[in-house]
């Protein structure tokens, strides 16, 4: 069953191919959004400016200041969150690696805790959608032996993945503007690039491995009928690649 997913795989996705310095997926040489992309028209833009100079009048320092420790605390969070996916991905791959963190660590114990159903058959697959015109890569794909679907999964890194000022945008203009919720929707991007293989998709995986240690996982819903109905050819041509969402 692995190996027949494994070359469906190989076959529906061989033309795409990413570029990882530059983050751009391209198909046919054609540069193809990421999902990533995608998710930004659904949420505002953060006001770094305006906010900035709020938070500085209010703290009594220059605004620059506020920006560039903005500045500094996202690259941290960028260099953490690729180390501990590269760890997670060495690991998953059965190379010899040994946890050198909290989070490296909780992945270490979310792999030991899974059960015994799931089998491991991707790690990190790229998928393309030339219908839809859009890419991404999933940390991992499981397979549920009890019915044969399929399981797609994905490590968070977020110090807090559920902190929310405003609420996005149309057709998610219920839900709070938070890591949580974009990353609903990144899954459930996902799972319309893996239903291409023929299978079922039982579950979307979040794994979020939190600071402090430790980690939770979260089933996330089922966006993808909504998804679907937001494809506009004049929106997609105009969509630029951007880096993948940790």
């Given at each position: 069953m692995k190996s027949k997913i494994k070359e469906k795989a190989k076959e529906k996705f061989q033309k795409l191919k990413f570029k990882e310095k530059t983050h751009i997926y391209t198909v046919d040489e054609k540069k193809i959004p990421s999902t990533s992309s995608l998710i930004k028209q659904f949420y505002k833009d953060f006001d770094s400016e305006k906010i900035s100079l709020f938070v500085a009048k209010k703290r009594g320092v220059p605004q620059q200041q506020i920006l560039d420790e903005w500045k500094n605390i996202n690259s941290e969070s960028i260099d953490r969150g690729n180390g501990v996916h590269q760890f997670a991905e060495d690991y998953a791959n059965g190379l010899d690696v040994k946890p050198s963190c909290v989070q490296t660590q909780a992945v270490v114990n979310f792999w030991n805790s899974l059960p015994s159903y799931y089998e491991l058959v991707f790690v990190e697959l790229q998928m393309c959608d030339e219908h839809f015109w859009y890419a991404?890569?999933?940390?991992?794909?499981?397979?549920?032996?009890?019915?044969?679907?399929?399981?797609?999964?994905?490590?968070?890194?977020?110090k807090d993945i559920f902190k929310s000022y405003n609420m996005m945008l149309h057709p998610f203009d219920l839900l709070e503007d938070c890591p949580y919720n974009h990353y609903q929707i990144q899954f459930s991007y996902y799972q319309i690039l893996l239903e291409q293989l023929g299978y079922t998709i039982s579950d979307r995986l979040l794994v979020w491995l939190k600071h402090e240690g430790g980690y939770e996982t979260f089933s996330t819903s089922n966006f993808t009928n909504i998804l679907k109905m937001t494809f506009d050819d004049k929106w997609r041509n105009n969509t630029e690649s951007t880096k993948h969402v940790f």
């Open positions: 991404g890569t999933t940390d991992f794909v499981l397979l549920d032996k009890r019915d044969n679907s399929l399981v797609i999964g994905d490590y968070k890194t977020n």
